[in-house]
């Protein structure tokens, strides 16, 4: 998995990137965040607070079920889940995100 999203986020859509994969969900907070470097040398830290989880795709039916056993077959998925996928909020309930220059 981690060795499909570098080749995705670095061929496919042209941004390098660094993965932590935490395998105990417990041992990480309940927000989530993400930090883009930029090559400006600005930093900005998007914290995903509430509501997130509650998001759903509009891809199709197990459009969303990736074969983990075969890299190139996992990058077709991801290029039609791009190409074709939406998301959307599953509930009216408010999502909080926060960005921070930091």
Known sequence: MIEVFNLWFKKGVKVSTYMDVHEDKASISHRRE???????GNKYSVGFDQGVGYW??????NK?????????????????????????????????LYVNKV
């Open 64 to 96: 969303h079920y990736f074969d983990f056993k075969d890299v190139n077959t996992q990058l077709s998925q991801l290029f039609t889940a791009w190409d074709k996928g939406r998301v959307k909020n599953g509930y009216e309930w408010k999502t909080v």
């Open 56 to 61: 759903n795709h509009d891809l199709g039916w």
């Open 34 to 40: 993400l930090l883009l470097s930029f090559k400006n």
